[in-house]
């Protein structure tokens, strides 16, 4: 399937990048706004009681039962280095689906707050900028435009490394 998708791509004349557009849901890690795509979204939760998992790296705040199912809980500010804050009323949790090297998995994704759902043309997103040092960015789809501000869409599979996946996947199991 991967080469047919490919031969449509290079047929039409079409890059890796044109197929961005789409619905995606915003949300805030402090002052900066971020999407993922709403098809990889499958619940929006209020923060709740999250149990840690002891020996797990500091961004992988612990698992929750969800419907019966025990999934893991990532914070994203922790993985992205960025400050802890204390969780607040709009703190929320993203439960997305993912695809591991075991296969689909849900995890849940700690936000300071969700904005909105945009509907964004493969126009209004451009390609990452080239950060000049060799800083690989897998995880960065590209950056949306809207009225006058920025926002990074991430490729939310990309976010945690194989090694993180496969660890959450075992910590579920």
């Known amino acids: 399937m991967e080469s047919t998708v490919l031969e449509r791509e290079t047929a039409t004349g079409l890059s890796k990048g044109d197929d961005r557009g789409g619905k995606y849901l915003v949300f805030h890690l402090g002052a900066e706004e971020f999407g993922i795509r709403v098809l990889k979204v499958r619940e ?13 790296p500091p961004h992988v705040k612990g698992v929750i039962n969800l419907r019966g199912k ?42 300071d707050g969700v904005a909105e759902v945009l509907n964004l043309a493969a126009a209004d997103i451009e390609d990452t900028p080239n ?6 960015t897998p995880y960065l789809l590209g950056m949306a435009k809207v009225k006058g501000k920025v926002k990074i869409l991430l490729e939310i599979e990309q976010v945690l490394t194989s090694q993180d996946m496969h660890a959450l996947h075992a910590l579920v199991q």
């Open 44 to 56: 929006i939760m209020c923060i709740q009681d999250i149990t840690a998992v002891p020996h797990t």
């Open 70 to 111: 025990v999934i893991p809980v990532v914070d994203l500010r922790l993985k992205f280095g960025m400050q802890e804050q204390e969780y607040t009323q709009r703190t929320c949790i993203i439960v997305v689906q993912v695809r591991g090297e075991a296969g689909l998995m849900m995890m849940g994704i700690v936000v």
């Open 131 to 136: 950060f000049g040092d060799g800083t690989a």
